[in-house]
T-cell receptor, first 115, second 110 residues
Framework: SAVISQKPSRDICQRGTSLTIQCQVD?????MFWYRQQPGQSLTLIAT?????????ESGFVIDKFPISRPNLTFSTLTVSNLSPEDSSIYLC????????????FGPGTRLTVT | GDSVTQMEGPVTLSEEAFLTINCTYT??????LFWYVQYPGEGLQLLLK?????DKGSNKGFEATYRKETTSFHLEKGSVQVSDSAVYFC?????????FGQGTTLQVKP
């Protein structure tokens, strides 16, 4: 399975600022995913990021709030903009597993606290 | 739409007890089913999966059988250890995405 790293592992940010989270994979993958995990909750898919195309956002998530970049097949960033305390969550990136398996492999997550 | 429902936690067991975490799903088509585990402070790890009806996924002593007739994928382990304490997520593949249940926290006491 792929090895995925995320930076930063945690951060405390002021209201109104932005945080950019990096996701690095040790192999080339077509599809990367960004999830939000609110405290004590399950994972909610924010968007799917394919290299060379615009990210596809799920209902309730918009590009202005969660801009995503996917410059190559091993890297992606998620920015959480205009932060509010409600954005305090763990943000996880994942990548697709073997073609047709529907598996996903997850990074360790970024814990964001907004004050 | 597709959805996954898990039993509410936390589930608290003594070491060496038998574990069952219930998971049922609603889906159109024939999804693959997964159990993921999240240890404290870590990301999710794939624990096991099943891709078609009557398949049994197994890993690290955990098992789950894909039951199409009851739309279930219950997680079981015969003898839990303290190191199994974690949050367990049931998930299905739908429309190219993973759809997760709400997670069940397992606490195993020595």
């Amino acid at each position: 399975s792929a090895v995925i790293s995320q930076k930063p592992s945690r951060d405390i940010c002021q209201r109104g600022t932005s945080l950019t989270i990096q996701c690095q994979v040790d192999s080339q993958v077509t599809m990367m995913f960004w999830y939000r995990q609110q405290p004590g909750q399950s994972l909610t898919l924010i968007a799917t990021a394919n290299q060379g195309s615009e990210a596809t956002y799920e209902s309730g998530f918009v590009i202005d709030k969660f801009p995503i970049s996917r410059p190559n097949l091993t890297f992606s960033t998620l920015t959480v903009s205009n932060l509010s305390p409600e954005d305090s969550s763990i943000y996880l990136c994942s990548v697709e597993g073997p073609r047709g398996s529907y598996e996903q492999y997850f990074g360790p997550g970024t814990r964001l606290t907004v004050t | 739409g597709d959805s996954v429902t898990q039993m509410e936690g936390p589930v608290t067991l003594s070491e060496e007890a038998f574990l069952t975490i219930n998971c049922t799903y609603t889906a159109t088509g024939y999804p693959s089913l997964f159990w993921y585990v999240q240890y404290p402070g870590e990301g999710l790890q794939l624990l096991l999966k099943a891709t078609k009806a009557d398949d049994k996924g197994s890993n690290k002593g955990f098992e789950a059988t894909y039951r199409k007739e009851t739309t279930s994928f219950h997680l079981e382990k015969g003898s839990v250890q303290v190191s199994d304490s974690a949050v367990y997520f049931c998930a299905l593949s739908g429309a190219g995405k993973l759809i997760f249940g709400q997670g069940t926290t397992l606490q195993v006491k020595p």
